[in-house]
């Protein structure tokens, strides 16, 4: 075992402005731990991870188990992908929601007059796996690293059901995880020089899934989440994945858990490069809280079932903020 159970979580700052001082906590998690805790410590670490989910939607996660080469393949196919010609990329613009390959580039406008800037490319990888044409080694590194950030998610949502006291088995059964949806978004935010003119990457939202795992490139700090209030910039541990929770999770869990608002600031001088994989149940299940937790939670369901694809398509025309699980909530 990598280290003793009671540095399982660990703390990294974090400000609330740049100019702040005050100091915010995001809680680190060490995956090995989990993988390997004895019976008797489990339950000390799945404590933390649903304290982790409840009081912030998210953690950073160490020694996760992918290694440094594949990480780098990933991001460095992500980066030549968004190197190609506009020409060559064209071909997968896409305006469909459920397009297996959908990609945007450019500034952007949200329905309240809000311009943010970001390339993306959005790829279906399970339970069928898709993949652009372009860069020619892309398929092959794309299918590895969605493997083996689909067995994180996995395990993690299995630590998360049993921190709501739900069975060890709940989340997979229930959510039919081994046929789950899972989806790897590129992400570019170019540089913005006038950043008193456009200084979003990405406006402020949550994820519609149940579970994210991010990675970005080296140590450039855009990702910013919404804590208490205050916007907290995000200074991820090198060779860290940042975990944070979706809008399915927080019905899942009757409102025990809520999905993380966050956004993306662009940075004045450098380009930062995100890999996000996000990981729900098959598109045609209903979604709707566990049924223990109704009992024991409130007595009440928070929120109504739904089907996923239904959501998706909610999402389409509310993208930022949380105003869907607003508008479904009982």
């Known amino acids: 075992m990598a280290a003793s159970l009671s540095s399982s979580v660990t703390h990294i700052s974090a400000y609330a402005a740049i100019d702040a001082v005050i100091k915010e906590e995001i809680p680190v998690i060490d995956m090995s731990i989990l993988r390997n805790a004895t019976p008797n410590q489990r339950p000390q670490l799945i404590q933390e991870i649903g304290q982790a989910c409840k009081e912030w939607g ?15 393949l990933m991001m460095e196919a ?28 450019g500034i952007s406008t949200t329905a309240e007059g809000e311009k943010y800037s970001r390339d993306f490319v959005r790829i279906f990888v399970h339970p069928a796996m898709h993949s652009p044409s372009k860069p020619l080694h892309f398929r092959a590194i794309l299918e590895e690293y969605a493997r083996q950030t689909r067995e994180i998610a996995n395990d993690l949502l299995t630590a998360i059901g049993e921190s709501l006291g739900l069975d060890e088995s709940y989340m997979e059964k229930a959510l039919d995880l081994a046929n789950g949806h899972q ?28 579970l994210s795992v991010v990675m970005q490139n080296g140590s450039i700090h855009g990702l910013q989440v919404m804590h208490n209030g205050r916007w907290i910039p995000v200074q991820l541990i090198p060779g860290s994945f940042f975990i944070h929770t979706g809008d399915l999770l927080e019905i ?16 004045e001088r450098s380009t930062r490069i995100s890999v996000v994989t996000a990981m729900g149940p098959p598109v045609e299940n ?13 007595k009440n369901s928070v ?25 479904l909530r009982i």
């Not at 935010?189 to 990405?202: C, F, N």
């Not at 209903?286 to 409130?298: D, F, H, Q, R, T």
Request: net charge neutral; aromatic share 10%.
């Open 58 to 72: 998210c953690f950073s996660l160490i020694n996760h188990g992918v290694p440094e080469s594949l990480r780098t």
């Open 78 to 105: 992500f980066t030549e992908f968004f190197d190609l010609s506009e020409e060559e990329r064209r071909e997968y613009l896409g305006k469909r929601i459920l397009d297996p390959i959908r990609h945007e580039m």
């Open 183 to 210: 989806i790897l978004v590129g992400n570019r935010y170019p540089p913005s020089p006038q950043a008193h003119q456009l200084a979003l990457g990405l406006s402020a939202h949550s994820d519609t899934p149940l």
């Open 252 to 267: 899942v869990s009757n409102g025990k858990y809520k999905s993380l608002l966050h956004r993306v600031m662009l940075d």
């Open 286 to 298: 209903i979604v709707a809280p566990a049924p223990k937790l109704v009992e024991i939670v409130s």
């Open 303 to 327: 929120f109504p079932s739904i089907k996923y694809v239904d959501y998706v398509e909610l999402v389409k025309y509310n993208p930022f903020g949380k105003s869907v699980l607003d508008l």
